[in-house]
C-alpha cells in the first residue's frame, strides 16, 4: 500500500476512511481495554501526530516501533538508518479505556552506539479505543490517532 504511517501527510479522502474505519473498530472493542496484555514489538501503522512520534524527521520518515519492556515500561523508538531515537516512557492504568504515561529519557544512538540521553519530562492520557488481543491490532487516541500491529513472534 502506498499508505505512510505519517497520516498529516495522507489525503483527506485516505484520513476520513481510516477514521471511518476505527470508529466501526471501536464498536467491536472489548471492555476493560486496559487489562489486555501488551508485549513485545508494535510498528506503526498510522498516526496524525505531529512531531517525531510519526516518524518524520525533518524531509525524512524513520520507522517507528513501541517495545514494552513489562508491564509498566515501554519505549517508543524511530529509526531512520543507522541513528535510532528511543523515548523511554512508563505507563499507570486510569481506567477500562485509559492509561497515563509519562516520558522519561530520550536516547539518540548511531549504529547501535549510544551517543547521548537526556532527561524527558512529559506526561498524557492515551485512551485505548480497540485492541485485538489475537490479530496485536490497536488503535488509541494519544491524543492524535495511532494505530500499531503487534509483530508476530
Not at 28 to 51: E, I, Q, R
Not at 68 to 76: K, L, M, T, Y
Amino acid at each position: 500500500s502506498s499508505t505512510t504511517p505519517v497520516g498529516i501527510d495522507a489525503p483527506t479522502e485516505t484520513v476520513a476512511s481510516i477514521e471511518a474505519a476505527c470508529a466501526v473498530l471501536e464498536k467491536s472493542a472489548p471492555p476493560n481495554l486496559t487489562d489486555l496484555p501488551l508485549t513485545g514489538v508494535h510498528d506503526l501503522l498510522f498516526s496524525m501526530a505531529k512531531g517525531g512520534s510519526n516518524g518524520k524527521l525533518g524531509p525524512f520518515t524513520g520507522k517507528v516501533t513501541q517495545t514494552f519492556v513489562n508491564e509498566s515500561d515501554f519505549v517508543n523508538a524511530v529509526e531512520l538508518g543507522p541513528v535510532k531515537i528511543m523515548l523511554k516512557a512508563t505507563r499507570e492504568v486510569l481506567d477500562a479505556e485509559r492509561v497515563r504515561v509519562s516520558f522519561v529519557e530520550t536516547v539518540f544512538t548511531l549504529f547501535g552506539k549510544e551517543l547521548f540521553k537526556s532527561e524527558t519530562k512529559g506526561t498524557g492520557v492515551w485512551k485505548f479505543r480497540y485492541f485485538n488481543k489475537e490479530s496485536g491490532v490497536r488503535v488509541m487516541d494519544t491524543p492524535s490517532l495511532f494505530i500499531l500491529k503487534r509483530r508476530d513472534e
